[in-house]
């Protein structure tokens, strides 16, 4: 961890949406973590201070005995919540593409190098995982982020905490790793047919019926579907082949911003993103064509992802 | 909060409560007692019957009845009683209300409350480590709502660690923690609450708290020897005339009584006597005193009384001795000193004819009647129960707890009912020899009170029933290494003396030489013996009192923090520890191992930087994997991994 300057040190977001993000695992220590009462701390202090009050109107010296022992805990569970963070070290893990609207999964790996037992840690970002720990172990957890907007969705700030041993104190670290997920833009819900390009427009009808219909082999190409691979013969050892369908090879449609339906930008991009996943289903070739890119037509996992990619980041 | 997660944590709170409230039945009302371990069996069912347990009127209709309850057996809700039964009937109540952490919270607080006002009733050491326990149990209960899964075992470690790691600083915090007496309007006037000291009268059942006030009353200093300490007896009041409850001074001290002169025998003992300002213009002369000049006088009862105003510091030279003959007494003080509040019941007078009361001697009766509270069990303490009718029976038949003052009203009871004439005489017992100044030091603490019999042909003849039951009321106020190093010493019977070594009655003496010290270094440590201990240690003024105890928390803190790092860092796998050894010296030469890279990639990097030294980068790498993830590693592979590491030269 590179040392803090000055400026950086007395920032008071430190506190709250943590230090800069990084891509490095994070060690908790002194510098990470904060410890505040809870409110059930502030009434354990009150309950000390009454205790404190009736030793005084009774000259009782057992019961100053007491309250100065309640009041010592409460001091050193400080130290305990402090430990109960400690020396974990925090990992980015990864993080998937999803669909706007959808929440989007960031993983973190925690890794407990000591001989500490971690029995009840929260982890929050949106929502709040908990999490016991054994000594020595690891484990990770998947954070979820509600998107709304296509785009890079940056993770924000996980926040670990703890409330062991008493739940006197809360302990805390907010941390920002550079962890980030790819938001398709959301599917159109409208059940729209695919858009008449030059080169499909005669045969698209035919195309989408004929779809099952056997036609031959060709040798296999990255991208092509699994479920199209001829596996006796790769079991005969003749190497990779595809099985083409009877509307394969002729169905080609061209995706094109421009003939998109949608008010706006983002209703044709939405559109868009409608057409490639119900052309990736029905096994379709298809091109894709945005302003200053176009992108050939294709199939296949690699192609559709490069597609949904391109409409994401446009 | 998950369902068996609860259940845990509710049977571990439901058991630490009944724990905490089990020394109160003694002192609160009984209904209470039985309201509460009712709502508490109530609630403990209901952790696996949800629906029997009462719903929101049910709830109202208990909180009415528990309020009445209170208020019909305390009319009111301040003072120590009321107040503890307020607080025990909170916790009952809000039992039965759980619904969220919250409320645990809530009454893991109040349960705290209910166990210190334990100790307005009883301070003795035992109690001390029982409420310890129970708190232990309380903030393990708290660690169980705090862990995932709640395992009370370990709960109850962390909890018993974290508090041991607390008691040093409370300690601290107890000796330099400035202490102020409380203001007179704070303090809750308790009807049945005696000040310790002094009064003219003595009320058994009355004095029901006789707290242990350090206050000074006098001090002595000897000109010579000092009387034994059993001897020293300060004599104050004489109590002649009782009404079956309270025992007061005859009203006319003249008529009648016409004083036989004392014969004085043994050694004399001068001393000077330096009251401190006192609100009654008794002088508490060491029994029994012979010379003194003006401005004191003695009475009927041999008292010494002074003229002047008692309000201010006086110092008095008196000569007293210990052994004396008053010779006979008049027709009115032999009814005086017989005088009953009626007939007195069956149940006494068979008693007093079983111990050959009526038909033996008068010595004879009175040793029998010693032995009796010697052999019977009998026990001292300073908080007996209340005793509101006949006192003298309940004390002797049913309840048996008492101290000095049940034990003298009891015997001079006794003796009267035998028609031999005894009165009981008030005073102080003792004092705590300062060896600095060589005095004697008489607090209110040592209040007493004991017993004299008039006995013919030997005047009146003091007698200590308290004695008999526990001589080291007697004996404890004399120093510490005395005590230890002294035998056991019966006052009455010589005899009891001499069986006195056996290991029953050490270990008794070892226990009451604790117990004295934990009632004089902890109960008893107010603010005029703190400001004294401190300043031995030369801690003068409040302002170092403070400094102190800052620097004191600082320490231990400091310690603590370092206990509390320093294990982790135990814990670091050798091998591992070694590796990064190993992987420092390689920084040097620029190359750093990355967070995911595997052990043998990196080795193939730092091979190609240092490539004459090859051979040991692949021993040190193939030891590690060996050490690290094999199964076969032995110690000898970790000496040399150890050793090739550290002649490793980058």
């Known amino acids: 961890m590179k040392p803090l300057t000055l400026k950086e040190r007395f920032q008071l977001s430190r506190f709250f949406i943590g230090e800069k993000a990084t891509d490095e695992p994070v060690k908790l220590n002194h510098r990470r973590i904060f410890i505040l009462p809870t409110h059930r701390g502030l009434n354990f202090a009150i309950l000390t201070a009454l205790l404190l009050l009736i030793a005084f109107v009774y000259n009782n010296n057992l019961v100053y005995l007491l309250a100065f022992l309640l009041a010592s805990i409460f001091f050193i569970t400080i130290l305990h919540s402090y430990k109960s963070l400690a020396g974990l070290i925090l990992q980015k893990g990864r993080s998937k593409a999803v669909f706007a609207g959808e929440a989007a999964g960031f993983e973190i790996l925690i890794n407990n190098p000591v001989d500490v037992e971690r029995y009840n840690l929260q982890i929050t970002l949106e929502q709040t995982e908990s999490l016991a720990l054994k000594p020595q172990s690891k484990a990770s957890v998947i954070l979820y982020s509600l998107t709304k907007t296509r785009g890079w969705h940056t993770a924000g700030t996980v926040t670990i905490s703890s409330a062991y041993p008493f739940g006197l104190f809360r302990v805390w670290s907010p941390i920002r790793f550079s962890l980030k997920a790819l938001v398709y833009p959301k599917p159109s819900s409208l059940e729209l047919p695919f858009p008449e390009t030059p080169s499909a427009q005669s045969r698209q009808g035919e195309s989408r019926k004929g779809a099952d219909d056997f036609y031959g082999l060709k040798m296999y190409l990255p991208g092509d579907s699994i479920k199209h691979i001829h596996w006796k013969a790769f079991a005969k050892g003749l190497g990779l082949f595809s099985k083409q369908y009877g509307g394969d090879s002729p169905a080609e449609i061209w995706l094109d911003y421009d003939n998109a339906p949608g008010r706006n930008a983002e209703e044709r991009l939405s559109q868009l993103c409608r057409w490639v996943i119900d052309a990736e289903r029905a096994g379709i070739q298809y091109g894709f064509s945005l302003p200053g890119l176009i992108i050939s037509p294709g199939f296949g996992i690699l192609h559709y992802r490069k597609c949904l990619e391109a409409l994401a980041l446009f | ?650």
């Open chain 2, 1 to 650: 909060m998950n369902n068996a997660h609860n259940k845990n944590v509710l049977i571990f709170l439901l058991s630490s409560i009944g724990l905490i409230a089990l020394p109160h039945v003694g002192h609160i009302p009984k209904v209470l007692s039985v309201f509460f371990y009712l709502l508490l069996s109530w609630r403990f069912t209901g952790i696996w019957k949800r629906n029997w347990l009462p719903n929101k009127l049910m709830v109202f209709f208990l909180t009415v009845c528990g309020l009445a309850l209170i208020y019909s057996q305390h009319q009111g809700v301040f003072g120590r009683n009321a107040g503890t039964s307020l607080f025990i009937t909170a916790l009952a109540l809000k039992l039965l209300e759980i619904k969220s952490e919250r409320d645990l919270y809530l009454i893991a607080y109040l349960a705290f409350i209910v166990a210190a006002s334990q100790f307005l009733y009883e301070q003795s050491l035992f109690m001390a480590a029982y409420i310890l326990f129970v708190c232990c149990v309380l903030f393990a209960t708290l660690v169980c709502i705090n862990s995932g899964k709640p395992q009370p075992g370990a709960a109850l470690k962390t909890a018993s660690i974290i508090t041991v790691q607390a008691i040093p600083m409370a300690v601290v915090l107890f000796i330099l923690f400035p202490r102020v007496e409380a203001p007179k309007w704070l303090m809750f006037n308790e009807k049945n609450q005696a000040k310790t000291g002094l009064s003219d009268y003595m009320k058994p059942g009355s004095i029901s708290d006789l707290g242990l006030s350090g206050e000074l009353v006098f001090r002595v200093k000897f000109t010579g020897a000092l009387p034994p300490p059993r001897q020293r007896y300060w004599r104050g009041p004489v109590l002649s005339h009782t009404d079956g409850k309270r025992w007061t001074q005859v009203k006319d001290m003249e008529f009648g009584r016409f004083l036989d002169k004392i014969v004085f025998k043994g050694p004399p003992y001068q001393y000077t006597l330096l009251m401190e300002p006192q609100d009654k213009n008794w002088v508490f002369a060491l029994d029994m005193p012979a010379v003194f000049a003006l401005p004191l006088s003695r009475n009927a009862n041999y008292q010494l009384i002074t003229d002047e105003n008692p309000d201010k510091r006086a110092e008095y030279k008196i000569t007293s001795y210990l052994n004396y003959n008053t010779g006979y007494i008049t027709r009115t003080e032999y009814k005086d000193a017989t005088q009953l509040a009626g007939e007195p019941s069956g149940k006494i007078k068979q008693l007093v004819k079983q111990l050959h009361g009526f038909d033996g001697a008068p010595e004879d009766f009175i040793k029998h009647l010693l032995n009796y509270f010697r052999k019977e069990n009998f026990h001292y303490t300073l908080t007996p129960p209340l005793m509101e009718e006949n006192p003298v029976e309940t004390f002797l038949f049913e309840t048996r707890y008492g101290f000095c003052s049940h034990y003298a009203a009891a015997f001079v009871y006794s003796m009267r009912v035998a028609r031999i004439p005894a009165r009981v005489v008030t005073g102080y017992q003792g004092g705590e020899l300062n060896t600095a100044g060589n005095f004697l030091e008489i607090r209110q603490a040592d209040a007493h009170a004991w017993a004299e019999v008039w006995i013919e042909g030997m005047g009146w003849v003091r007698f200590d029933p308290t004695a008999a039951v526990a001589p080291e009321r007697i004996e404890r106020n004399i120093d510490i290494e005395q005590l230890v190093q002294g035998g056991f010493i019966s006052y009455m019977p010589a005899g009891a003396a001499q069986e006195a070594f056996n290991w029953l009655k050490q270990t008794r003496q070892l226990w009451s030489n604790i117990d004295y010290n934990w009632q004089r270094w902890v109960i008893n440590y107010n603010g005029r013996n703190q400001s004294r201990f401190l300043s031995s240690l030369g801690i003068d003024d409040i302002k170092a009192m403070l400094y102190w105890m800052v620097c004191g928390i600082g320490l231990i803190t400091a310690l603590l923090s370092w206990f509390l790092l320093h294990q982790k860092q135990k814990a670091v796998d050798p091998v591992l520890r070694i590796y990064n050894r190993f992987c420092k010296k390689i920084i040097k030469q620029g190359l750093q191992k990355g967070a995911g890279e595997g052990v043998k990639d990196f080795a193939g990097r730092v091979k190609k930087k240092l490539p004459e030294q090859a051979a040991d980068i692949n021993r040190i790498t193939g030891l590690f994997i060996k050490l690290r993830y094999g199964r076969n590693a032995t110690l000898d592979d970790l000496k040399l991994f150890k050793e090739l590491v550290e002649k490793f030269k980058s």
